[in-house]
């Protein structure tokens, strides 16, 4: 079974920039890059959103608009580790931070989650 572990969250300023990192282990069948990574939020009172995410073959990547041009989903497969870099950070931005792993696509579904991080943005 997977296991997924988030870092990097923290506080910062409106217009600031975290880098969030996602480590994954318990490997079986098959190493990271033969799977898509997700990033996903949930904001207090709010469902869990979709942020963005990378998938296994040839590393295409997805943002969700609101995200768009401000972060950057990127793999380390040798480190087991994806990355969110975030940057440009709004008061919006503000949530818990998730990775997931599931299958070779994004469009394929989430299995395994990590516990989250928590990033807030305030002045």
């Known amino acids: 079974q997977l296991q997924l572990v988030e870092s990097g969250g923290g506080m910062v300023q409106p217009g600031g920039s975290l880098r969030l990192s996602c480590v994954v282990s318990?490997?079986?069948?098959?190493?990271?890059?033969?799977?898509?990574i997700g990033w996903f939020r949930q904001a207090p009172g709010k469902e869990r959103e979709p942020v963005s995410c990378?998938?296994?073959?040839?590393?295409?990547?997805f943002y969700e608009n609101s995200v768009a041009g401000r972060f950057t989903i990127s793999r380390d497969n040798a480190k087991n580790t994806v990355y969110l870099q975030m940057n440009s950070l709004k008061p919006e931005d503000t949530a818990v931070y998730y990775c997931?792993?599931?299958?070779?696509?994004?469009?394929?579904?989430?299995?395994?989650w990590g516990q989250g991080t928590q990033v807030t943005v305030s002045s």
């Open positions: 997931a792993a599931g299958g070779y696509s994004c469009g394929a579904d989430f299995g395994s």
């Open positions: 318990g490997f079986t069948s098959r190493t990271l890059e033969y799977y898509a």
């Open positions: 990378i998938d296994s073959d040839e590393g295409r990547t």
